[in-house]
């Protein structure tokens, strides 16, 4: 399955104990922007950059008049010669400014109460949208498998979930000439927009799941839009390559700047170590930033590569690509995860840039996934070291697979262990579903870009283009699939592409697919 999923984040507040995860109590901040979060925000690393309230006991604390001035009285000051006011504007910029004005304001001198109370107004009407476009394509009512878990136990959402014409099946679709699909606009898996992508909005998005735990990550203008079902599991196992033997090395935590030594110092490497450190150490990113342009209530000091890549994994967080102009043309993307890093040998779903090292420094340079260097340099340019950049590396491909026990060290069935059903599926891989021409054994990918077409049966749609294939090792783990998310399950993914490539699978051939897929 092709699927191309991307993101490097984290913020400014982990909320971990010793003995486990510590769920984080909401501040009032995230009410009122203006107001600072009373008692702290069980954030270590917010906290120690807010000053905490103190007795008013010295002179030089109270505030004067002059404290409690108009603060954009600056910007209201008299020209400093008499000759300015025969120049144009009287001396003065009346336009916008990058530097003042937030990103997507419509008027010059646009403060961030403003986009704030229109992005908390204009959520509930951008989320009903968005639940009304999802509704119509897909049954969002999780069936669940009573026995299939991911690595940790969050039961597999069944589907296929995407919604058909009244009295077609998904038999006769697959019939169906991509002219005729194209024709009757008929065709299931169209493209997943973003909630908000106009205005220069977009950026990325966090499930709820994950903002419960980590307020900090919760923007104040959208939410993610799918259900939870649908989600990998929070939070995810983490497995490493140099030490197979331990299995789940998270033990049920979120690594985070706060716990990542004690649980590793004993395992990792020093290198490897402090290339954990900067993957958990936040940087400004678009929406996640001290900035106006943020889309937070609280100022932040940014994400953390491992916000969104949690445990070396993801928990499904979605943006849009940089890769693309105009704003209209670019398309939603999911975060990849980052396990088996270590064998990949291309990077990213368009621009497929040749390491790890320079996928990593060119988002730094760009404030992560946004394409523009403008940008970052108003919200934080970060300009790391190339040894830093190496040692981030190093620890990225530490992280493996989870475990398959039913695969043969060449990445194929054993068929003592494997069910019929199974070794059947696997038969189809290689053969008739043709998965294998982009996802071949052991580690089922091939490290090239491939272009589906999928434009062939979409009316008023333009297709995806060449595309990065992306291991299917571990697959039951990272839902949704394809690039954008747009099918939401393994069974959603047998019938995109049985219907792109023609491949007239039957009803138990899709079944038998399903149940290799599982065993990767």
Request: with cysteine; charged share 25%; proline share 8%.
């Amino acid at each position: 399955m092709l699927r191309s999923k991307r993101g490097l984040f984290t913020g400014a507040s982990l909320a971990l104990v010793a003995g486990g995860i510590l769920a984080v109590t909401r501040s009032a901040g995230a009410q009122d922007p203006k107001a600072p979060p009373a008692g702290g925000s069980g954030d270590a690393i917010a906290d120690a950059q807010t000053p905490k309230q103190v007795p008013v006991e010295r002179p030089e604390q109270k505030k004067t008049a002059h404290d409690l001035s108009d603060v954009f009285a600056a910007s209201k000051a008299e020209p400093s010669s008499e000759a300015l006011v025969d120049q144009p504007d009287r001396g003065s910029a009346l336009g916008f400014d990058f530097y003042r004005d937030p990103l997507g304001a419509m008027r010059p001198g646009t403060t961030f109460e403003e986009m704030y109370q229109s992005g908390v107004a204009n959520k509930p009407k951008a989320m009903a949208r968005q639940r009304k476009l999802l509704e119509n394509r897909y049954d969002l009512t999780p069936r669940l498998d009573p026995k299939v878990t991911m690595s940790r136990g969050k039961p597999l959402a069944v589907g296929p979930t995407a919604r058909l014409p009244k009295g077609m099946d998904w038999e006769a679709l697959a019939a169906m000439a991509p002219e005729e699909i194209r024709r009757r606009d008929i065709f299931p898996y169209k493209a997943l927009p973003h909630t908000v992508q106009g205005g220069g909005l977009g950026g990325q998005v966090f499930p709820q799941v994950q903002t419960k735990m980590f307020p900090r990550l919760e923007r104040y203008d959208v939410e993610h839009d799918l259900p939870e079902a649908f989600l990998p599991e929070f939070p995810p196992a983490m497995f490493l390559q140099n030490r197979p033997e331990l299995g789940d090395v998270s033990r049920g935590e979120v690594v985070s700047i706060n716990n990542y030594y004690r649980l590793f110092k004993d395992i990792l490497t020093p290198v490897q170590l402090d290339g954990l450190r900067l993957l958990l150490t936040p940087f400004s990113q678009e929406e996640f930033n001290p900035t106006d342009d943020r889309k937070t209530a609280q100022p932040t000091l940014g994400v953390t590569c491992l916000d969104c890549h949690v445990n070396g994994h993801t928990s499904g967080q979605f943006h849009i690509t940089p890769d693309i102009r105009p704003e209209q043309r670019r398309v939603r993307l999911d975060t990849v995860s980052l396990r088996g890093l270590f064998n990949q040998q291309i990077h990213g779903s368009k621009r497929s840039l040749r390491s790890v090292e320079d996928f990593t420094e060119f988002e730094q340079r760009t404030a992560y996934f946004n394409g523009d260097e403008i940008h970052a340099i108003k919200k934080g340019m970060n300009i790391l070291d190339r040894i830093q950049v190496s040692h981030m590396a190093q620890m990225q491909n530490m992280f493996d697979f989870p475990p398959a026990p039913k695969l043969t060290p060449l990445g194929h069935l054993d068929p003592q262990k494997a069910t019929q059903n199974e070794l059947r599926g696997e038969r189809l891989f290689f053969g008739k579903a043709q998965c294998a021409a982009c996802h071949p054994a052991p580690f089922y990918l091939d490290n090239q870009m491939h272009d589906l077409q999928v434009e062939r049966f979409l009316r008023d749609e333009a297709g995806d283009g060449p595309i990065k294939s992306f291991t299917l090792r571990g697959i039951k783990d990272s839902p949704p699939y394809l690039h954008d998310g747009r099918l939401l399950t393994l069974e959603d993914s047998v019938e995109f592409f049985n219907l792109v490539l023609t491949l007239k699978l039957t009803k138990e051939e899709k079944q038998d697919l399903v149940a290799f897929l599982r065993q990767l």
